[in-house]
């Protein structure tokens, strides 16, 4: 395997298994398996990777004073966005 985050977990004659660690949305795309039995089979997977979103920040507006009302906002930079891939 071309890459260290590939892994084979497991490969008997009819069973192949392979984990990737550290995914990112440059790993999207086809991933192509081809077994070799009695024929020849293979299959193409699509993957596609989904993006966390960021943590949001809490804006106040004003200092909060005791018995008094205060306003704060939850703002979400990139909420639906999603980053660019690498490639």
Avoid: W
């Amino acid at each position: 395997l071309k890459d260290d985050r590939f892994q084979m977990v497991l490969f008997t004659p009819r069973l192949v298994r392979i984990t990737l660690t550290n995914v990112s949305v440059s790993d999207e795309g086809g991933y192509f398996c081809q077994l070799y039995t009695d024929d020849t089979h293979h299959q193409v997977a699509t993957l596609s990777v989904v993006v966390p979103p960021e943590v949001p920040t809490v804006e106040v507006k004003t200092e909060a004073v005791e018995g008094g009302e205060v306003e704060l906002t939850c703002v979400h930079a990139t909420l639906g966005q999603r980053p660019q891939r690498n490639r």
